[in-house]
């Protein structure tokens, strides 16, 4: 306790439900958030581990950043290498990349919501109270699962019922079950539990289109720089294959995922008003013809101050990475080619430096990036798919497009990309298919390692925009950095002391009681932090 009016603190460390170690330090006073920081609480290295390394090699290191978006980095890597060199690879292996990078959007989406998010809105001790009856004609009425009837939903609560008293909660345990924040009935957090333990089964299986294209998931191996490596073994019955579980998990997000988050999202419209930013920056990705990047599905842009009548264009030139808040040595700020990670651990000091995230600006400006970012540059920029999408969304949850700025909205915007994602998937499988029967089977472009270069790969990624810079000298790597989706999100203050934007957005969300500060696990999530992959 401090200050005039009494004031408290509320830190939480490690935060659970997410990738890395994250702490999440708060003051609160009049039951709100006053002032917010985060901190990365583990150091990597990766970019320094790559210096005197073979360009060709760099993807294979930095896609082990992480094992949640474990293919994104091996992408955006091979894109450098390849912008450096000065080759465009052929058509099939942009369509073999996509459609793998297709698949971790919907398998990474679909653990988010239901297994890294779902319980911060959900009760599942509350689910036992649950009629099943009721709860059977609920889920009737808001969704197309295959699944369903009164003896299902008694068979999950029996399940549940079990588990809570055999009092070993397992990854259930320590949760704020009971809280007076969530609002869904019984019915509903019985529907939600039981969707919980079939997306469980459900992403065992959409892991496996990675494997199909990509040989292994975690870590697909068929990138190359100039290409990829998996077509000419590529059977009909293997591209069936991965249309079979494209078609099941894209039906999953159709008559599941989506009406589930219309069914929750309906009980937390105050969340529309909780939990927003400033400004949100795509590099957008997924493109639909030739043309890059004016053809991307989620297309490049800046919306600065919510302003979504005048998107802005994005370019890579007005990064640039500040470290006066984390443990490095300090320094001006730079754009990442002359990035540097120079490692200095130190104590956390709130008013010095107090994480491992470097502090990534765009223009000089703070910058949400992820799902929200992406939907909300699309729709500003009028992508149809978007635009239907989202006020389709708004109009049966019956709220203005200002809800957008939320929590709720970037748990929305996180659901909407992976239903026209996933859609959009088909027509790029069609496209390979189409290709290969008329015996294009080019996938690979013959290149020779210059001397000196220097390039950068774009993307974006499931938690938002994603970039990787190299500088070549002698063939080998001289300089590697990358500006990453939870470096945005969960960066400290700059050297103008601006917030980053999880600290931003956790200003202002009330605290119904301290000791279980179960509104600030929703904003953090609805983010998906991975730490291992922002450090
Ligand atoms: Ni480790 Fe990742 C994604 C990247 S991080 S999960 O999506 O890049 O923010």
Not at 63 to 78: D, F, K, P
Not at 192 to 216: D, P, S, V
Not at 437 to 446: A, M, P
Not at 447 to 453: F, K
Request: hydrophobic share 35%; with cysteine; net charge neutral.
């Amino acid at each position: 306790m401090s200050g005039k009016t009494s004031s408290q603190r509320i830190t939480i460390d490690p935060m659970t439900r997410l990738e890395g170690h994250l702490k999440i330090d708060v003051e609160v006073e009049g039951g709100k958030v006053k002032n917010a920081w985060s901190s990365g609480q583990l150091f990597r290295g990766i970019e320094i581990i790559l210096q005197g390394r073979d360009p060709r090699d760099a993807h294979h290191f930095v896609q082990r950043s992480c094992g949640v978006c474990t293919y994104v980095h091996a992408l955006t890597s091979v894109r450098a290498v390849e912008d450096a060199i000065g080759i465009d690879v052929p058509p099939n292996a942009k369509l073999v990349r996509r459609l793998l990078h297709g698949a971790q959007f919907m398998h990474d989406h679909i653990v988010h919501f239901y297994h890294l998010h779902a319980l911060d809105w959900v009760d599942v001790v509350s689910a036992l109270k649950a009629d099943p009856q009721k709860t059977a004609a609920l889920a009737d009425n808001v969704s197309n699962a295959s699944w369903g009837g009164t003896s299902y939903y008694k068979g999950v609560q029996d399940r549940l019922k079990t588990f809570v008293e055999s009092g070993q909660l397992g990854i259930l345990n320590n949760a704020y079950w009971g809280h007076s924040a969530y609002k869904l009935p019984p019915e509903a957090n019985l529907m939600a539990a039981a969707n919980y333990i079939e997306a469980l089964r459900l992403q065992a299986k959409t892991a496996r289109l990675h494997a199909i294209f990509g040989g292994k998931n975690p870590h697909p191996q068929s990138l190359v720089v100039g290409g990829v490596t998996s077509i000419k073994d590529l059977s009909t019955d293997r591209i069936t294959e991965f249309k079979y579980i494209w078609k099941e998990s894209q039906d999953f997000v159709k008559n599941v995922y989506i009406p589930d988050l219309l069914a929750v999202a309906s009980f937390y419209k105050d969340w529309g008003g909780i939990g927003g930013t400033t400004n949100f920056l795509a590099w957008g990705d997924f493109a639909l013809t030739e043309e890059e990047p004016e053809s991307y599905l989620m297309p490049r842009g800046f919306v600065k101050n919510r302003d979504l009548k005048s998107p802005l264009e994005a370019d890579q030139k007005k990064v640039t990475e500040h470290v006066t808040h984390g443990w490095y040595a300090d320094g001006d700020a730079k754009h990442p080619y002359d990035g540097e990670t120079k490692p200095v651990p130190g104590d956390y000091n709130e008013d010095g430096k107090y994480t491992w995230f470097k502090a990534p600006r765009y223009d000089g400006e703070s910058c949400e990036v992820g799902p929200l970012s992406r939907v909300l540059v699309a729709y500003a920029k009028g992508q149809p798919q978007v635009k239907e999408t989202v006020d389709g969304v708004l109009k049966q949850l019956d709220v203005p497009a200002s809800v957008l700025f939320s929590t709720l909205g970037r748990t929305a915007a996180r659901g909407i990309e992976t239903l026209i994602i996933g859609e959009t998937m088909s027509v790029w499988l069609d496209q390979l298919v189409e290709n290969i029967k008329r015996g294009d089977k080019k996938v690979y472009q013959e290149y020779e390692m210059p001397d000196e270069a220097m390039g950068y790969g774009l993307n974006d990624v499931p938690r938002g925009a994603l970039g990787h810079w190299i500088k070549i000298k002698n063939k080998k790597i001289a300089n590697y950095q990358y500006v990453v989706p939870s470096t945005w999100n969960f960066g400290p203050r700059c050297a103008k002391g601006t917030l980053g934007p999880v600290e931003e957005a956790l200003i202002g969300t009330p605290i119904a009681d301290p000791k279980k500060p179960l509104e600030i696990l929703r904003t953090v999530h609805s983010f998906d932090p991975c730490i291992a992959c922002g450090i």
